[in-house]
């Protein structure tokens, strides 16, 4: 079992930055896949980023790329999202979500339901 708590939410400006980490419960955590989701009011919630177990594949919605940057340090159970030149549409609830086997080679699923364990979510809020 894996628990994650999402930190580093809140309110920017447009064109600002946020920082938000999930922390992990995981015995051996850098056996995990991590990866990054949000969720919009009324919308469906969609993949962000993930990152291998190792860091050393990353992949990015188009939506993100070029702007935000994932990165884990196994050796303190975390994984990072640094949000920069936000925009209002990034306005969402941010979950962390991880899976052994949600990255494969250079490659990393983005489907919702690959990825078995999730946190309870960090509220991003962008004004314009």
């Known amino acids: 079992q894996v628990q994650l708590v999402e930190s580093g939410g809140g309110l920017a400006q447009a064109g600002g930055s946020l920082r938000l980490s999930c922390a992990a419960s995981?015995?051996?955590?850098?056996?995990?896949?991590m990866a990054w989701f949000r969720q919009a009011p009324g919308k469906e919630r969609e993949f962000v980023t993930a990152?291998?177990?190792?860091?050393?594949?990353?992949f990015y919605a188009d939506s993100v790329k070029g702007r935000f940057t994932i990165s884990r340090d196994n050796a303190k159970n975390t994984v990072s999202l640094q949000m920069n030149s936000l925009k209002p549409e990034d306005t969402a609830v941010y979950y962390c979500?991880?899976?052994?086997?949600?990255?494969?080679?250079?490659?990393?699923?983005?489907?919702?339901?690959?990825?078995?364990?999730w946190g309870q979510g960090t509220q991003v809020t962008v004004s314009s």
């Open positions: 979500a991880a899976d052994l086997f949600g990255c494969s080679g250079d490659r990393c699923s983005t489907k919702l339901n690959e990825y078995e364990y």
């Open positions: 990152i291998s177990r190792r860091g050393d594949n990353t």
């Open positions: 995981a015995r051996i955590f850098s056996v995990y896949a």
